[in-house]
């Protein structure tokens, strides 16, 4: 049998969950070793113990004190990401961590000082860049064969509204659900964003008006390469998951289509029906979030860079600070303003 | 053989004859019955005579004082629109007017009030409501049954750059191009537009830049009733005339895609190919400018309003020098600094 | 005004009609100098005097002795075809026929070899040759870049039943409906038939079955140069006019699609709708029409051979008749019975 | 953790890997017990032990003869189905059989009988019938709401011919190749087939002459509720693998397209480029190997019959058989001379 690596989970909520689920039956060359909540119960004793974990901790110092244990998957609350990324650095131990790092871009930066200082692996988790269409197209773009971006575009579309207690706490729509697209245009031009201008409306649920949100958003971009570009979101698209990109270039276009349920049509007189895109993130995303475990697992064990690093969980926390600055201020924002 | 609309087409370059064509192929209630251009040659001469018109005129006032003559086609340059439509008003023709009326607003309020005080009827021609995805699309939305709007898109990008003689006199892409898309989002929405911001690129063609324009171009909008809008724009799309549109609204989403020049597809080990869009205005919206000759026709005839008026030649040329201005001093602009 | 053909229609049903207002208002270089009908009447009068046709007649033998004719569109019922071929071509003039010419193989061959004594052109009205989608499928196997086809394949079904009167009369499926796609398979593959086999089924209207009809049907074929094929009819698509080519070659695949009513896309909870192909052959094939009319109106200006000719008018019908035979008898038939 | 069902593969080979790999990794309630192969080598060795199965034989009577076993997975050479199923049965395993059963139809009678004595239960390895997009059309037609099945057609076209070695054994392209479409017509149309023509090409490759075989074929057939159907097979398509079904009833068709590799399009003047199919079967019905897999496991734990069962494991023989008896003869050939 080849070499493992040995991971500890931290955190086993629903993407902790699915983290373990996906290294286990699907990354042949990860193990394992342990798992670790704060708020340990029952079922995810049960949960660890269906995959085959022996240490199941309420700390995740046990994790980091744990020799046998290389590299970490923080899956805890947003909240503690940083902190636990500066723990797990100071144990040495590689990290996988979820999106956001930090809502505070000064937490960020310490928390990636920290891996710099220790010398481990760092990859967040924007698990869009690994689906296999939006690799296409940047892929595509990158290689320079439709010459110069122009424009970039991604639609961006929620199938159905959180609840209102998850958008009370998310730090609002651009930290919350746009972060995955600011990181995605960052991907697709190759160029970092210079220039932000936002809008957004209450289209969808009154009650966020208390929290200063909105429910849909545009957001116009500057890139450095000198690319424009446009973001829209929604918190209720009805139909399911619309995760669209598209990049114009010298040379023409390149964009993707959503993965649809199936491929069935039916014809009748009453029209023609075909079936809605996958559902939401964990339909659609189910392969890439295969894809990223696997690329951060071959990238401790073969001592490469993953494809996605500290700074790109920066530089989309950035830019959504400057969306919500340029909302609340109704006025263009320039990144230079969160040097 | 019905009644037959008598009109006098003042213009005879491309457009013209465009409508010419049409009027005397596919509009069966309508006559030609005088022709007039201020620079007639014998080349239009021979189109006219092809039609059967007798009356062939080197001045528009000919076709003023022609009692015979009950309506106007005006396609001259643009510069002349606004004082063509004062003086057809005054000799009680009713008008189909080319796009835009004039660049400054106040030529066109004169023009309008003309145009009220004759009581004759002006069609203004925005081509692209009468095409028959994007009128369905809109009819949808205004039929109610997928709620209110809340986001507008629309992608209008030209096959290939116009020739930069063309560009420097043309007002810019917000008057020149766009202008078209903003006339379809107050047409999606049902809406009022309330606030631009605009951002420009010059990716193409290095020489538009003395003349301070840009070819590469995204306008965010807001609208009265609520909604928001995003228009992207460029002078070179290369793989055809790119014109979709989309309407996310409370249930769901109305869009179109382009209409291709067949329906055909090639598979092999190298992929699969099929048709680009329909290559340019006159491709893609050859039906359009059929029916709305067909529509103004039958609004005379039958003494109904157009579905195009005054006020819609008004308004897009107001968006678009917001448009302008946003992109000049970079920040956004409300409407109402032109009320 | 550039030479313009002088034409006599004899028919005025529906699709002397279509035809001639295609000759008015889509071929400037036709003019119809008379039509003829045995059965004249005051409507068909009345659509005469709005095209500007001067010569109404109640007998074609008087378009025949009009020496200002030079060519005639024969559009009477289809028992006659034949003999007005013969009298047309006796009479030197050049002729458009709709198909079928006969449903008899040696009237066929009396009237080809009219034609060709006399030296007239004739065409045959196998519109669908002229179908943009169909047309490029074929061009691009003609032009060999695919290699030689292996798989024809053909699905062809009418949106609705037609009534039991008609196809009491039309002489069976295979004469009256698949003989279009006979003709398509010959035009795709660039080969003849020489084996059929059928079955049927009757899935839409009992009562047809006392005419020894079916009303869905698929046919195998086998061709000269090896390839193989397959044709599906249906009398009931229920969701439009199903028009669909395919054929499979040494690198690949070349097929097309229906052409749609609009490009409209209407996502909800529900699922998708997209719009119904165009409802029958006036909507699909109106531009297949014109280019006919075009094509034949050119190749006798301009004296070349029209693209479907006499023998392709003989052809589908020989194959029908082996359809028929194949289904009556439960077996294989080879079009050598037909010789 | 939940009951799991012990499981011993038979044949390591390419398709016993691929069970293998799916019962390990996605089929939670399934455990392999034991693995066998006549013709173990250290390569099955390693790849059994990297999947921690502890019983590695090299005798399948190993694995009927261990008590621990309560199901098998039978993925030896063809041949041996048979004869494997008799023993399992006799051993009261329960029996998953890769298709075929066996060439001979009373060889599939004897082992049929013997499943049925021992009461295991039997569910052969018709593996689309678990594709998502096959099965919606499947449930949509079985749900009746598009009323009675008219036309049932197949489209199936691998990617590349298989070697001339391999073809050569492979009993002919409908027993090795379209049987698989056979047992699809039968899923879809919820009907047995009563009759069948089939008509060859061999296109591809001559050598296959010799061995009297054809390597493009398409096949007619009627079914016992009176629908008609047509399957058309190709060994090499080249653009991937092309796998389509379409059925069309009282109200319409139901159909289904290619699953792509991704959704990406690029538009250049030089046309549009989109995907091609997925590759062949280990791309396309990756997820319904394991869905059957599933399937099959469910039906033992909780004692239910699986939806792929003994006699659809005989049908598709016997029309197998017909189709190469009707290319032989050159007519059609009725089911009933197979009874």
Redesign the interface.
Known sequence: ?TKQLKIGIIGMGRIGKLHGNNLA??V?NSKIEAVADLFLNDEMRAWA??LGVQKIYNNPAQIFSDPAIEAVFICSSSEAHADLIIQAAAAKKHIFCEKPIHTDADQIRKALNAVEKAGVKLQVGFVRRFD??HK??RD?VASGQ?G?P??V?VTS?DPEPQSIEYVSTSGGIFLDMMIHDFDMVRYLSGSEVT?V?A???I??DERIREFSDVD???V?L?FEN?????I?N?RA????Y?QRVEV?C??????????L?????????D???????KWFFLERYNQAFIAEAQEFTAAVLNNTEPSVTGIDGLMPVLIAKAAQKSLDE???VKLTEFA
Request: aromatic share 4%; net charge positive.
């Open positions: 049998m039956f699907s042949p113990q269906g296999h269409n296409k197209v595509v439709m110069a122009h424009i575009k579309r220039e201008t809008i957004g409306a289209k969808i849909t958003a545009i116009l500057k000198g690319a424009i570009g446009v829209d929604s698209a009805r139909y399911g619309d114009h010298d040379k023409g276009c390149v964009q993707d289509y959503n993965d349920i199936d491929t069935t049509i039916i014809s009748t007189k029209g023609v029906r075909s079936e809605r895109p109704g006025r263009t």
